[in-house]
C-alpha cells in the first residue's frame, strides 16, 4: 500500500528532540518520515549533499517546516539557510506546508517587526535572547507573506506540534472526502441538466420553426452558438448569464463578465491546472483560454448577423436585441 511521505526541515542540533518525536509521530500514523539523518534522503555521491535534500522534496506529499532560534547552515551561493531552501522548494512544488515556530522566537520576532519600523533603530544589532540570527526573522516574514499554503503557528513543547498536525492532517482528509462527494453530485447534476437543456433545445427549435419570427430564429441561432462556448459556460457558471448583445458589446473576456456584474479573481501563481469556481476564482491558463474562446464567439456571433443581413452594430442598435 502507497504511504504518504512527510519531509521534515528545521535545523538539526536546537531541534534533534523535536525530530525524533516527529519522526515516531508519523510513524504511529502510518506515513513515513523523511529525514536526513535517518538515511530517508539518498544522498548521491555525485551531487552536493544540500542538492540531494532538495531532490527528495519532490518525492514526499507533505512538508512540515519547524523554526527554532538557530539560523543553520547557509545553502550554498547563498546567503539562505538550508531549511530556507527547502521550504522555497515545497513551495514551488505545491506540496502542503505545516509550519510551526518556537514561541520564545515568535515573541522575539514580533519584537524585531516592532523595531524594523523604528527609524532611530537598527533592528538587526538588538540582541535577541532566542534567536541567533535576524535572518530567522526574515524567514519566518518570508514564509506568513505567501499568498498560499502560509499558516504559521507557534509552539511551546512537542505536545502542541502533535495537536496542531493530528488536527491539520484530520481536516486535511474531510476536505478530500468532502470534495469526493461534491464532485460526484455535480457530475450527477450536470448530467441531469445536460439532458434538460437537450430537450428545451429541440422543444425551443420546433417552436420557433413553426411560430418564431425571423428575429426571433436569429435570437434563437446566436444564443445557440454562445453555449457552444466554453469562455460563455465558464461565465454561467460563474452565476452570470452571457447574452449576445453582451459579447458584442464587449471586446474581451473580462469586460464582458464585469458587465453581468461579475468580479474575476485570477490565480496568476498556477498554470498548471485549469480550473474555475463558482464564485468567480480562475487560474491564468483558464483565463488564456477563456480570451482565445471568447474572441472566436464574437467572430461566429458577427459572421451570423452577416448571414443573415444585419451588421452587428444594426444588431446592438435594436433595441429588441437581447
Known amino acids: 500500500m502507497a504511504t504518504p511521505r512527510v519531509f521534515v526541515s528545521s535545523t538539526w542540533y536546537d531541534l534533534r528532540y523535536i525530530r525524533e518525536n516527529l519522526k515516531y509521530f508519523i510513524k504511529t500514523l502510518g506515513y513515513d518520515p523523511v529525514l536526513s539523518e535517518e538515511g530517508g534522503v539518498f544522498y548521491d555521491p555525485g551531487v552536493h549533499v544540500q542538492d540531494a535534500c532538495l531532490s527528495e522534496i519532490p518525492n514526499c506529499h507533505l512538508f512540515i517546516l519547524i523554526i527554532g532560534g538557530r539560523f543553520g547552515a547557509e545553502f550554498k551561493d547563498s546567503t539562505k539557510s538550508v531549511t530556507n531552501s527547502e521550504h522555497t522548494e515545497a513551495v514551488k512544488l505545491k506540496i502542503p506546508v505545516f509550519t510551526l515556530v518556537e514561541q520564545a522566537v515568535h515573541n522575539d520576532f514580533q519584537l524585531y517587526q516592532a523595531n524594523k519600523r523604528n527609524l532611530s533603530v537598527d533592528a538587526k544589532m538588538i540582541s535577541y535572547p532566542s ?30 506540534i502533535e495537536s496542531y498536525l493530528r488536527q491539520q492532517w484530520a481536516g486535511m482528509m474531510f476536505s478530500f472526502l468532502l470534495r469526493e462527494n461534491e464532485a460526484l453530485r455535480v457530475a450527477d447534476t450536470l448530467s441531469m441538466l445536460t439532458s434538460i437543456s437537450e ?8 417552436i420557433l420553426q413553426s411560430v418564431g419570427t425571423e428575429r426571433a430564429k436569429l435570437t434563437a441561432e446566436l444564443y445557440d452558438k454562445v453555449l457552444q462556448h466554453e469562455c460563455a459556460r465558464d461565465m454561467a457558471y460563474m452565476r452570470t448569464r452571457p447574452t449576445p448583445k453582451s459579447v458584442l458589446s464587449n471586446d474581451s473576456f473580462e469586460k464582458c463578465f464585469s458587465s453581468l456584474g461579475g468580479k474575476l479573481v485570477v490565480d496568476r501563481s498556477d498554470r498548471e491546472t485549469s480550473s474555475v469556481s463558482p464564485t468567480g476564482g480562475m487560474t491564468i491558463s483558464r483565463l488564456e483560454h477563456n480570451w482565445k474562446d471568447y474572441e472566436e464567439l464574437r467572430k461566429d456571433l458577427s459572421q451570423i448577423l452577416v448571414e443573415n443581413g444585419v451588421t452587428p452594430e444594426a444588431y446592438l442598435a435594436d433595441s429588441k436585441a437581447t
Do not use: Y
Open 131 to 160: 534567536a541567533n540570527d535576524t535572518r530567522i526573522f526574515e524567514f519566518i516574514d518570508e514564509v506568513r507573506s505567501s499568498i498560499v499554503n502560509n499558516a504559521l503557528v507557534p509552539f511551546r513543547d512537542f505536545a502542541d
Open 199 to 206: 430537450r428545451v433545445e429541440m422543444l425551443s427549435r420546433q
